[in-house]
């Protein structure tokens, strides 16, 4: 690879979150029965006519400010024309010479470095329906619930050098679509597709290779191995002194290769032309601006101002920001707190934890950021152990209590009086001799055994780092009177 340069250009559709469909009325919830969610217009039949969703539109403009676009004035849908049993009308309703926004860019961070890469344009269409096929190849079905569900189309320019840089593009394309709340992005679901173009350049050299087209991939990670395979066969061609044709390539992910399915296709081919039953739409500064209020922080920039402000590692400001619920959560918590390592372990391991054993999600906590800042506090204070706090979490999460409240009912207040500390540690040194021989004998770890049993007494109340003093002492104690006697 070190005479070439891969250049990599991507393809992404994303399905917006809509209730309802692009040009008609119908629902677009996943998983209804075969062609439940269907009407006239959305089947092609005659004598309809399309609607467009307001919202769809607004997600549209909404994604193409964040990515830092152009927005086009006035804005046009055309039909793109083809041929295919899943395209009821033969046509699909996309938009080409006028799309919502061009020229923008995502930035993106690889290896500590920031990279800059270009989005050419983002337009609004609808998409296709599914075809399934029947296992013994005899049938074919047709599923037209999906088709004029809306999609949103971003292209970049081929601005991406390896595989892996366009694997961490589209992480952060992901992330950036999920805080605008746009789409859900649900890869098994098919809101997030993308196919890649990949060609190879000379170092040095101004002149593009031949590209090929890559299609089929359904992870992310599918699309790295998708180009890596891709990348390698070409350099193979080239270096035979053979040719790379212009062709669209399927992956495949069980072989781990690509193969040739049709020569590619020219813009010509579909015959685009306005659709003469939509109007051109005025994007007007004053919605332009309401939007632009509507995006929030993007997540690079989060990621880094966390990291800076709250002095945290890059692991867990990577698990923080991969959520704009927890890292709303996170910030909202630091309002009344003054420990960011803290909460934020105590955050992703055992809130989280407990939110994944109960299969909910960060948004549906009912803990309030300042009861959980309160619940830390406590801990800090020694009014209650981290263990006790632990164990108590997962009802603090789904019951809406204040913590203190909780802990002085239940009767979990640690025991931090060393009067009483000293009555059960004496009854464990009794009860365990032959675990205090071993740490007479130097066995320093079956001090945590000791400990162990003391917090089981006391139902993890108490103290630990007093019961530590406290059985060193008294152990050290009873050697000591065993020698005067
Ligand atoms: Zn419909």
């Known amino acids: 690879m070190n005479k070439y340069v891969p250049v990599i250009g991507l393809e992404i559709h994303v399905q917006l979150k809509t209730r309802s469909k692009v040009f008609c009325t119908c629902s677009t919830k996943f998983g209804a029965p075969p062609n439940t969610q269907t009407c006239p217009v959305c089947l092609g039949l005659p004598g309809v006519l399309p609607v467009l969703n307001r919202k769809a539109f607004r997600y549209a403009i909404k994604t193409a400010l964040a990515l830092n676009c152009q927005i086009t004035n006035s804005v046009r849908f055309d039909r793109k024309n083809y041929y295919y049993p899943d395209l009821p009308k033969n046509y699909q ?72 840089e366009a694997y961490v593009f589209l992480q952060e394309l992901r ?82 290769a690509t193969y040739s399915m049709r020569g590619k296709e020219e813009v010509e081919d579909y015959r685009y032309f306005p659709d003469p039953d939509l109007v051109d739409y005025e994007i007007s500064e004053e919605l332009i601006q309401e939007l632009r209020r509507e995006i929030p922080e993007l997540p690079l920039y989060r990621k880094r101002r966390i990291k800076e402000q709250y002095e945290l590692p890059d692991r867990d400001v990577e698990v923080l920001i991969r959520d704009k619920h927890l890292a709303d959560y996170f910030e909202q918590a630091m309002k009344y707190y003054d420990r960011p390592k803290f909460l934020c372990n105590f955050l992703i391991t055992d809130i989280l934890g407990a939110v994944n054993e109960l299969k909910s999600n960060i948004q549906d906590v009912k803990l309030h950021p300042n009861n959980c800042a309160k619940l830390l506090t406590m801990i800090d204070k020694g009014l209650i152990s981290i263990k006790i706090a632990k164990q108590i979490i997962k009802d603090l999460i789904i019951s809406d209590v204040d913590p203190e409240t909780y802990i002085n009912q239940k009767g979990l207040v640690q025991i931090s009086e060393t009067s009483q500390l000293e009555k059960i540690v004496e009854k464990v040194i009794g009860d365990n001799p032959s675990a205090v021989e071993d740490y007479r004998k130097g066995k320093e770890k079956v001090i945590g055994f000791l400990v162990g049993e003391v917090m ?15 059985l060193r002492d008294k152990i050290k104690q009873e050697v000591q009177d065993e020698k005067i006697n």
């Not at 800059?116 to 047709?142: C, P, Q, Y």
């Not at 006391?458 to 007093?466: F, I, S, V, Y």
């Open 175 to 256: 992330t950036t679509l999920l805080y605008l709340e746009v789409s859900d992005c649900n890869m098994e679901e098919g809101s997030l597709r993308c196919d890649a173009n990949i060609s190879l350049k000379r170092k040095g050299e101004e002149q593009l290779g031949t590209k090929t087209e890559l299609k089929n991939m359904n992870t992310f990670k599918g699309v790295r191995q998708a180009l890596e395979y891709e990348a390698h066969r070409q350099l193979m061609l080239l270096e035979d002194g053979k040719a790379v044709l212009p062709e669209t390539r399927l992956w495949d992910p069980g072989k781990q």
């Open 93 to 164: 309703i996309s938009q080409y010479a006028l799309p919502v926004g061009i020229r923008g860019y995502l930035e993106i961070e690889n290896e500590g470095e920031i990279k800059r890469v270009r989005i050419r344009r983002v337009h609004l269409e609808e998409d296709a329906g599914k075809l399934i096929h029947s296992e013994d190849g005899r049938f074919s079905f047709v599923d037209y619930n999906r088709a004029g569900t809306p999609l949103l189309e971003i292209v970049t320019e081929p601005d991406i050098n390896s595989p892996q």
């Open 456 to 470: 089981k007494l006391t139902r993890g109340k108490a103290n630990p780092g007093l019961v530590n003093e406290i």
